[in-house]
Nanobody, 129 residues
Framework: QVQLEESGGGTVQAGGSLRLSCAAFGSNLNSFAMGWFRQAPGKEREFVAATSWSGDNAYYSDSLEGRFAISRDNAWNTVYLQMNSLKPEDTAVYYC??????????????????????WGQGTQVTVSS
């Protein structure tokens, strides 16, 4: 069983930056691919970014236009999401999720939220205009 705990959310002005963290407890993260998803008010949850278990590969939503970066530190059992040039439309609850990497994953798997095994409770990000 893996418990995930997000932190780092808050309120920031448009154009600002935030770094979200996701700490894992109960298991080593080096067996999991990790992803970030978000859900804005009144909208469905959507994929933001993901990283392979090793951190060698990263995947992003095309809508981000290169503003976000995902990273991981397996020694600290933590995954990060650096968010730059934030826009009001980035306002959402951000969730991290863990996907068991014991089987071979295809690149197309990483943005499929139904494949993820464990989820955090989410952290609110609000971007004011």
């Amino acid at each position: 069983q893996v418990q995930l705990e997000e932190s780092g959310g808050g309120t920031v002005q448009a154009g600002g930056s935030l770094r979200l963290s996701c700490a894992a407890f109960g298991s080593n993260l080096n067996s999991f691919a990790m992803g970030w998803f978000r859900q804005a008010p009144g909208k469905e949850r959507e994929f933001v970014a993901a990283t392979s278990w090793s951190g060698d590969n990263a995947y992003y939503s095309d809508s981000l236009e290169g503003r976000f970066a995902i990273s991981r530190d397996n020694a600290w059992n933590t995954v990060y999401l650096q968010m730059n040039s934030l826009k009001p439309e980035d306002t959402a609850v951000y969730y991290c999720a863990a996907l068991w990497a014991g089987t071979m994953l295809e690149d197309s798997d990483y943005d499929q939220e139904n494949l993820y095994d464990y989820w955090g409770q989410g952290t609110q990000v609000t971007v004011s205009s």
